[in-house]
C-alpha cells in the first residue's frame, strides 16, 4: 500500500539525506513520513540511497507509534542494503519502546538479536536500557542473570546500572542488599546521585521504614545533592501514608521553598493523605491551589478528593467536584461513577443516583473483569433504593437495562421487585421476573412464593375456585353438591411421567357460580403387569389424615385442622424454568398433589372423582356456569387480572 502510494510523489531531483531527515522530523503522520522514506529511494533508486541516519529515524518514529516490528525490520534491511549493522543507539529507542509497551521479553529478544544477528557488542547503555525494561515490568530473576552476565562480560557499571539494582532489590523486599550496594558506589567509581537516593528512599517508604527514609533525606545536602521532585514526592507519599500527615506539609512547604515545583503526583498525594486524614476541606483549597498553579489535576487526583468527600458526607461538594472534573475534560471511571452512585443511595437519592447510572452507561463505560463485580453491586444497589422508595416503574427501567447489558442482578433485588408488583397486581411483569430468576438459577424464597399467591388469589371471581383446588387436593374433605352441577375433569401435569393425564380431580359449579365441594377417592395410576390398574384400595382415610393436626406429615395446619397451604415447606421447591403465567395455577397444583403423594406409601396416587351425569343446561346466561378445566382457570385468572383496569 505504501509502495503504491509512494508513486505519486515526485522528486524534482534527488535528495539530500538532510532534506529527508528535515521531510520526516516535519511530518506528524506516520503514514505520511514512511510514504516520504519510501518514495525517496523508489523515485531515485539509482541516484539516492538512505544512510544509517534516515534508517534510524525512521525506525524510532515506528516506534514511538508502536509499530515495534516494522521498526525492527528496517533495521533489518538497513543492514542487508548498506553492508554493515546500524550502529548501538538505533536500537535503544526500539528497546524503550518495548519496555513502554509492557513487552519486557521484546526487548530482551531484540538485544539478544543485537549480538547475534547484527554482530555488536552491547555497551553499558544497551545493558542499562533492557535491564530497566525488565525491572519496570517484574522480571526480577531475569534482570538478576542479565546483572551477572554484564558483570562477567566486562561491561563496566554506570550510576544508572547501580539505581537499576537498588531498584530491583527494593521491589523484592530485599533493603538491606540495596543499602550495602549503595554504600559500595563510591568504592566502584560511581557515588550516589539524586537518583539513586530517590529509588532508595521510596522503597523504604514503600517498606515502612519512614524514619530511615527521612534520615537518608536529610544526608542528600551534605553530599552536594539537591531533592528532585521525584525525592520530595517519595518522601511526602510515604509519610501520608503513615499517617505523618503534618510532617508531610511541612516537606511540602519546603519544597516549595528551594524553587521544586510539585508535579501531579505530588499534589495527589497529599490530596489523597489529606482526605484519609479526614481534612477533606484542605484538600479541596489544595486542588484549587494546584490548578492555579498551571498543574492540571487527573482521574486519580479527582478520585482521592471524591473518596475524601464522600467518606465525611460532604455530598455536596463532591457532586460539585465531579462536574468540575467532566467540565475540564476528565472522564471518570466506573470507580468514580460507582462511590458518587453509592453515596447517593446512602443519602437516600435514589433517583438521582440512577440518572447517574444512566449518564455512566452512557459514557460508554463497560464491566470487565476487575470491574464486574462493582457493576454488579451498584446496579442492584439502586434498583432496590427505587423499590424502598416506592419508584417501582423506575427500578424496572433499571433492571431492564442491568439485564440488558448482562449485568447479574442479585436474589434480594429480584424479591423486592417481584413483591412490589405482586401487591400492584401486575401478574404479568411478576411472571416474567420469576422466569428470569430461574433462568440465573435464583430459587424464590418463602416470601416470593407468598407474594405470587397473592396475586394469583386476589380476584373475586376466581378466588372460591382456586380455594377449592387448594381444599380439595390438599385436605381431600368431602361434601355435597347443589341439585345444578356439571364436572369435568382436571387436566393434571405428572412430570415426573412425562405426560398429561385426565385423571387428576373434578371441579364442580353450581347455578349461582359458587363452587361446592366432592368427594373425592384415590385410584392408583401405577399399571400392573399385562398393563391393567390394580383395584384402587380405599385410601380416603388416608386423605383425610393429612388434615390431623395431631398426626404429623410435615405440613402446618390452620386452627380448623387443614393444611395451611402458605406455610408448607414444598413451596421451597422451584417449579421449573419454563413456568409462564397461565401456568401457575397448575403448576402450584402439581406441587401440592406431589406432595400428597408422598404421604402415600408404595404406590404413587392421583386424585380422581366419581363423574356425575352432566346437569341441563341453565336457561339464564347470567345464572349457569360451566364446568371449567384446570388449563381454563388458569387462563380465567391470567385475564381477570388483564380486564381489572378496565372494569
Known amino acids: 500500500m505504501v509502495s503504491s502510494k509512494a508513486r505519486a510523489i515526485k522528486w524534482t531531483a534527488p535528495p539530500a539525506p538532510s532534506h529527508v531527515l528535515q521531510l520526516i522530523r516535519s511530518e506528524r503522520d506516520i503514514q505520511k513520513a514512511l510514504l516520504i522514506f519510501e518514495s525517496a529511494s523508489n523515485e531515485y533508486s539509482s541516484g539516492y540511497r538512505h544512510d544509517h541516519s534516515t534508517f534510524a529515524l525512521m525506525a524510532t518514529r515506528l516506534a514511538a507509534s508502536g509499530l515495534h516490528r516494522p521498526a525492527e525490520s528496517l533495521l533489518s534491511r538497513a543492514f542487508s542494503e548498506l553492508g554493515d549493522p546500524p550502529a548501538e543507539p538505533s536500537f535503544l529507542p526500539l528497546i524503550r519502546a518495548y519496555s513502554r509497551a509492557h513487552l519486557p521479553l521484546e526487548a530482551l529478544r531484540l538485544f539478544r538479536r543485537m549480538t547475534s544477528d547484527f554482530l555488536l557488542r552491547p555497551s553499558h547503555r544497551s545493558y542499562n536500557a533492557v535491564l530497566a525494561a525488565l525491572v519496570a515490568n517484574n522480571h526480577l530473576s531475569l534482570a538478576k542473570t542479565l546483572f551477572n552476565e554484564m558483570k562477567v562480560s566486562g561491561v563496566p557499571f554506570t550510576v544508572s546500572s547501580f539505581n537499576i539494582l537498588i531498584k530491583a532489590l527494593c521491589s523484592s523486599g530485599v533493603i538491606e542488599a540495596a543499602f550495602r550496594i549503595f554504600h559500595r558506589m563510591p568504592d566502584r567509581g560511581c557515588p550516589p546521585d539524586a537518583c539513586t537516593y530517590s529509588t532508595l528512599i521510596d522503597g523504604l517508604c514503600q517498606h515502612g521504614r519512614v524514619d530511615d527514609a527521612c534520615k537518608l533525606f536529610d544526608q542528600m545536602p551534605q553530599q552536594g545533592l539537591s531533592p528532585t521532585v521525584i525525592t520530595f514526592t517519595s518522601l511526602m507519599h510515604g509519610l501520608c501514608r503513615s ?142 433504593g427505587l423499590c424502598s422508595s416506592g419508584e417501582i416503574v423506575r427500578a424496572f427501567q433499571v433492571y431492564l437495562s442491568s439485564r440488558n447489558r448482562g449485568i447479574s442482578v442479585e436474589p434480594e433485588t429480584y424479591s423486592l421487585l417481584l413483591e412490589f408488583y405482586c401487591k400492584k397486581g401486575d401478574v404479568h411483569k411478576a411472571s416474567s421476573i420469576v422466569d428470569e430468576m430461574m433462568i440465573d438459577g435464583c430459587i424464590p424464597d418463602y416470601t416470593s412464593w407468598c407474594s405470587i399467591l397473592d396475586v394469583l388469589w386476589a380476584p373475586r371471581k376466581v378466588r372460591e375456585e382456586a380455594e377449592l383446588i387448594w381444599d380439595k387436593l390438599v385436605c381431600g374433605v368431602g361434601g355435597h353438591g347443589a ?165
Open 243 to 384: 499517617g505523618q500527615l503534618e510532617h508531610a506539609l511541612k516537606v511540602f512547604d519546603e519544597m516549595s521553598k528551594k524553587g521544586v515545583k510539585p508535579n501531579v503526583i505530588t499534589y495527589s498525594s497529599l490530596i489523597d493523605g489529606l482526605c484519609k486524614g479526614g481534612r477533606a476541606m484542605e484538600a479541596m483549597e489544595l486542588l484549587e491551589q494546584m490548578r492555579k498553579q498551571g498543574c492540571l489535576p487527573n482521574v486519580v487526583t479527582y478520585t482521592a478528593l471524591i473518596n475524601g468527600l464522600c467518606g465525611e458526607e460532604k455530598l455536596r461538594e463532591a457532586l460539585e467536584v465531579f462536574d468540575k472534573m467532566r467540565l475540564h475534560g476528565r472522564k471518570p471511571d466506573a470507580g468514580l461513577f460507582g462511590k458518587i452512585i453509592k453515596s447517593l443511595c446512602v443519602s437516600n437519592r435514589y433517583q438521582e443516583a440512577a440518572n447517574y447510572l444512566d449518564e455512566m452507561v452512557l459514557s460508554g463505560i463497560v464491566p470487565n473483569r476487575l470491574t464486574w463485580s462493582l457493576h454488579v453491586r451498584i446496579h442492584n444497589m439502586v434498583i432496590r
Open 483 to 647: 341439585s345444578e352441577e356439571r364436572c369435568d375433569s382436571l387436566l393434571f401435569i405428572d412430570q415426573r411421567w412425562g405426560a398429561r393425564k385426565h385423571n387428576a380431580g373434578a371441579l364442580v359449579y353450581t347455578t349461582s357460580g359458587r363452587c361446592t365441594r366432592k368427594k373425592f377417592q384415590v385410584q392408583s395410576t401405577r399399571t400392573q403387569a399385562g398393563g391393567k390398574p390394580p383395584a384402587p384400595p380405599d385410601k380416603h382415610d388416608k386423605l383425610e389424615c393429612m388434615g390431623d393436626p395431631n398426626v404429623d406429615h410435615g405440613f402446618d395446619y390452620d386452627d380448623q385442622g387443614r393444611v395451611d397451604v402458605l406455610h408448607s415447606p414444598f413451596f421451597d421447591v422451584a417449579f421449573g424454568n419454563d413456568t409462564t403465567a397461565d401456568e401457575y395455577v397448575e403448576r402450584i397444583l402439581y406441587q401440592l398433589t406431589l406432595a400428597i403423594e408422598d404421604q402415600l406409601p408404595a404406590s404413587r396416587w392421583c386424585l380422581v372423582s366419581r363423574r356425575p351425569s352432566p346437569p341441563t343446561p341453565a336457561t339464564s346466561p347470567a345464572t349457569s356456569t360451566r364446568g371449567i378445566p384446570l388449563l381454563l382457570v388458569a387462563s380465567l385468572l391470567v385475564a381477570s387480572l388483564l380486564l381489572r383496569p378496565f372494569a
